[in-house]
C-alpha cells in the first residue's frame, strides 16, 4: 500500500491533468453541514457517515464525498457553465470490510454545461479513462435515467410510482415491491386483517406515531391494496430491462424492443444513443464498451442518468479505481429553482497506485 505522501503526489498530478482541460480548482470544507446534505447521499452513505454535534452549527459531517459540496457552492454563485477538479480526503465508515479505509483521498472533475449534455459525459468519461492510463482495467456502464423514465411511465397510481422511485437504490425492496404492486406477492395475514378493517385503529399507542399517523397509514395501504395490479407486460418489460447486459449497440437495439412495451424510455434510449456517437467521436471503442441497465444502482442516489466505473481487469469485487455519473436533479434541488445538467467523476489515487505497484 502506497504511503500517504505517495499518494498526495499522485492526486496533485490527476489534478493537474484536469486543469490542463481546463478546470478550475475548488476547496470542499472537510466539515459538511449534515442536516441539509445526508439526504442527498441516500441509505449506504447516510449508514456510513461520520456524524458530530455542534452547539453554533448544529449536525455537522466529515465530507463523505466532493460532489455535493461542489455542487451546492456552484448552484449558490448561479447555474453557469464551468469545470471544476479538487482533491483531497474523504471519510466513510467500513464496519462491515474493516480491510478498506475509512479515510482515503479523491480526485475529481466536475462539468456543469447545458449545451452538449451527451458530450458532456464522454468528456469525463474519457478525461477519466486517459488519467487510468495503461492499467489493465475495465470499465462498466449503464444509465439510471432509463430506468426511472420506465418507472415514471407505468400504468399505475402516482402513489406507487413514488415507492418505485424512492427503492431504485435498493434492488431487493425494488422487485419486492414489483411483486406487490403485480399481485404476484401474497398478503400476510395480519396485514389482510387490517384492510379488512378487522383491525382496532383506537387501541393504546405504542411508540411515537400519532392516532392520525396510524390512521393515515392505514388508509394508504388500503388505497394501494385497492389498485389495480401493474400489467403483466408492463412487468415483463421491465425484468427485461433490469437483467440487460450488452455492449453498448447491442445494449441499445435491445432497450428499443423493450420501449414498444415501455414506450417512456424513448427519450432515455435518444440520449443514450448520442452518448455513444459523442464517446466515439472521442476514440472510445464503443463496440466492446459494456453497458448495464442496473448498474449503478447501489452508488449515489443523486444520480439520475449516465453511470461508469472502472474496475481492476477481472477483479469486479473489489472497490472501483474511478466512478462517475450524471446529476441533473441534484443541481434542481440545491438551485433554488435554478438548474444545469451536471456530470462528474472521481478517481483513487491510492488504489491506482496499489494497482501500478501489484503490476511491477
Given at each position: 500500500?502506497?504511503?500517504?505522501?505517495?499518494?498526495?503526489?499522485?492526486?496533485?498530478?490527476?489534478?493537474?491533468?484536469?486543469e490542463a482541460a481546463g478546470a478550475?480548482?475548488?476547496?470542499?470544507?472537510?466539515?459538511?453541514?449534515?442536516?441539509?446534505?445526508?439526504?442527498?447521499?441516500?441509505?449506504?452513505?447516510?449508514?456510513?457517515?461520520?456524524?458530530?454535534?455542534?452547539?453554533?452549527?448544529?449536525?455537522?459531517?466529515?465530507?463523505?464525498?466532493?460532489?455535493?459540496?461542489?455542487?451546492?457552492?456552484?448552484?449558490?454563485?448561479?447555474?453557469?457553465?464551468?469545470?471544476?477538479?479538487?482533491?483531497?480526503?474523504?471519510?466513510?465508515?467500513?464496519?462491515?470490510?474493516?480491510?478498506?479505509?475509512?479515510?482515503?483521498?479523491?480526485?475529481?472533475?466536475?462539468?456543469?454545461?447545458?449545451?452538449?449534455?451527451?458530450?458532456?459525459?464522454?468528456?469525463?468519461?474519457?478525461?477519466?479513462?486517459?488519467?487510468?492510463?495503461?492499467?489493465?482495467?475495465?470499465?462498466?456502464?449503464?444509465?439510471?435515467?432509463?430506468?426511472?423514465?420506465?418507472?415514471?411511465?407505468?400504468?399505475?397510481?402516482?402513489?406507487?410510482?413514488?415507492?418505485?422511485?424512492?427503492?431504485?437504490?435498493?434492488?431487493?425492496?425494488?422487485?419486492?415491491?414489483?411483486?406487490?404492486?403485480?399481485?404476484?406477492?401474497?398478503?400476510?395475514?395480519?396485514?389482510?386483517?387490517?384492510?379488512?378493517?378487522?383491525?382496532?385503529?383506537?387501541?393504546?399507542?405504542?411508540?411515537?406515531?400519532?392516532?392520525?399517523?396510524?390512521?393515515?397509514?392505514?388508509?394508504?395501504?388500503?388505497?394501494?391494496?385497492?389498485?389495480?395490479?401493474?400489467?403483466?407486460?408492463?412487468l415483463s418489460a421491465l425484468e427485461?430491462?433490469?437483467?440487460?447486459?450488452?455492449?453498448?449497440?447491442?445494449?441499445?437495439?435491445?432497450?428499443?424492443?423493450?420501449?414498444?412495451?415501455?414506450?417512456?424510455?424513448?427519450?432515455?434510449?435518444?440520449?443514450?444513443?448520442?452518448?455513444?456517437?459523442?464517446?466515439?467521436?472521442?476514440?472510445?471503442?464503443?463496440?466492446?464498451?459494456?453497458?448495464?441497465?442496473?448498474?449503478?444502482?447501489?452508488?449515489?442516489?443523486?444520480?439520475?442518468?449516465?453511470?461508469?466505473?472502472?474496475?481492476?481487469?477481472?477483479?469486479?469485487?473489489?472497490?472501483?479505481?474511478?466512478?462517475?455519473?450524471?446529476?441533473?436533479?441534484?443541481?434542481?434541488?440545491?438551485?433554488?429553482?435554478?438548474?444545469?445538467?451536471?456530470?462528474?467523476?472521481?478517481?483513487?489515487?491510492?488504489?491506482?497506485?496499489?494497482?501500478?505497484?501489484?503490476?511491477?
Open positions: 500500500m502506497a504511503d500517504r505522501e505517495t499518494v498526495l503526489l499522485k492526486a496533485a498530478d490527476l489534478r493537474a491533468q484536469f478550475r480548482v475548488v476547496e470542499a470544507a472537510i466539515l459538511q453541514p449534515a442536516e441539509t446534505l445526508l439526504d442527498l447521499y441516500g441509505e449506504d452513505i447516510r449508514a456510513r457517515a461520520y456524524v458530530t454535534s455542534d452547539a453554533l452549527r448544529g449536525e455537522q459531517m466529515l465530507r463523505p464525498d466532493f460532489t455535493v459540496p461542489v455542487v451546492q457552492m456552484h448552484m449558490t454563485d448561479g447555474a453557469e457553465p464551468a469545470r471544476y477538479t479538487y482533491s483531497g480526503e474523504v471519510f466513510r465508515r467500513q464496519e462491515h470490510d474493516p480491510d478498506r479505509p475509512n479515510e482515503f483521498i479523491q480526485v475529481g472533475y466536475e462539468v456543469f454545461d447545458r449545451a452538449d449534455p451527451a458530450s458532456a459525459d464522454a468528456e469525463v468519461f474519457t478525461l477519466i479513462s486517459q488519467a487510468l492510463g495503461d492499467l489493465p482495467i475495465t470499465a462498466s456502464t449503464g444509465d439510471i435515467g432509463i430506468l426511472m423514465a420506465a418507472v415514471q411511465g407505468l400504468k399505475t397510481d402516482e402513489r406507487r410510482k413514488q415507492a418505485l422511485m424512492r427503492h431504485i437504490w435498493r434492488p431487493r425492496r425494488f422487485r419486492a415491491l414489483l411483486e406487490r404492486f403485480g399481485g404476484q406477492r401474497s398478503v400476510s395475514e395480519a396485514r389482510a386483517e387490517l384492510l379488512a378493517g378487522k383491525v382496532e385503529t383506537d387501541a393504546p399507542l405504542i411508540g411515537k406515531r400519532t392516532q392520525a399517523e396510524i390512521a393515515a397509514r392505514i388508509e394508504a395501504l388500503r388505497a394501494d391494496h385497492a389498485a389495480p395490479p401493474i400489467s403483466e407486460t408492463e427485461t430491462l433490469l437483467i440487460i447486459r450488452e455492449t453498448l449497440p447491442f445494449a441499445l437495439e435491445h432497450l428499443r424492443d423493450v420501449a414498444v412495451d415501455l414506450p417512456s424510455i424513448g427519450p432515455a434510449l435518444d440520449r443514450l444513443e448520442a452518448r455513444i456517437a459523442a464517446l466515439a467521436a472521442r476514440g472510445v471503442d464503443v463496440d466492446h464498451l459494456d453497458f448495464e441497465a442496473s448498474y449503478g444502482r447501489t452508488s449515489m442516489e443523486y444520480y439520475d442518468g449516465f453511470v461508469f466505473g472502472f474496475y481492476r481487469q477481472g477483479r469486479p469485487d473489489l472497490p472501483p479505481l474511478a466512478t462517475g455519473g450524471r446529476y441533473d436533479a441534484l443541481t434542481r434541488y440545491l438551485g433554488n429553482g435554478a438548474e444545469i445538467p451536471a456530470v462528474g467523476g472521481i478517481l483513487r489515487p491510492g488504489l491506482i497506485l496499489d494497482l501500478q505497484e501489484s503490476l511491477s
